[in-house]
């Protein structure tokens, strides 16, 4: 004789709010890594003027390797 189990409504409830949940957080966390992937491609600069492209990715590069710089530096003086 086979037994059948009753889903429990609270248990389904709560983790179908907790998939919602989830797949918010995953949009956002898309959403953010887009944007910062469009920040340093330089999507915003006019395409036709390519040195104007170019000129903004090397310029954002260098200023996100400047703060990693920064960072460490002051890690290892005022933390560490």
Do not use: C, N
């Not at 409504?9 to 910062?36: H, I, N, S, Y």
């Amino acid at each position: 004789m086979v037994k059948t189990i009753q889903p429990d409504p609270d248990k389904q409830r709560g983790a179908l709010e907790d998939l919602d949940r989830l797949r918010r957080d995953r949009d956002e966390l898309g959403g953010l890594l887009g944007r910062a992937g469009a920040h340093f491609g330089a999507a915003e600069a006019p395409p036709a003027d390519r040195i104007e492209v170019w000129g903004r990715r090397i310029g954002r590069t260098l200023s996100l390797l400047a703060f990693a710089a920064l960072a460490v530096y002051l890690y290892l003086t005022y933390v560490r």
